[in-house]
């Protein structure tokens, strides 16, 4: 699968990088496959995953993305509820669809 360097979520573009997480990711607070910096509109993916891990982490803070740009976790929706909620769209995503994705202009 072909993962651009930016994507376009609801208007906004998100950057997307992939990269070997360090310890200071971690000491971050970032979890060990990947989060979505919302301030940065960028969505960081561990790149010691597997492949099949790195496409379904990339739908899953896509998701989150979607969560933050149409207003959703802006609602006080609890983050444990955002969690399933991501995972469970990401999961369905990944189980049924071969994802081509569409080139966005430079
Ligand atoms: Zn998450």
Do not use: W
């Not at 992939?18 to 509109?41: Q, V, W, Y």
């Not at 960081?44 to 739908?59: A, P, S, V, W």
């Not at 959703?72 to 081509?100: K, Y």
């Amino acid at each position: 699968m072909y993962i651009p360097e930016k994507i376009t979520v609801l208007g906004k573009e998100i950057t997307i990088e992939i990269k070997p997480f360090t310890e200071n990711d971690r000491k971050a607070g970032h979890d060990l496959d990947g989060f979505f910096d919302p301030c940065l509109n960028k969505i960081c993916i561990n790149g010691n995953l597997g492949r099949n891990d790195i496409k379904e982490t990339l739908f899953h803070e896509l998701f989150h993305a979607v969560f933050y740009h149409n207003g959703l976790r802006q609602t006080n929706i609890s983050s444990d509820l955002e969690e399933i909620i991501v995972n469970q769209f990401s999961i369905f995503v990944c189980d049924n669809f071969e994802i081509a994705i569409k080139r966005t202009k430079k």
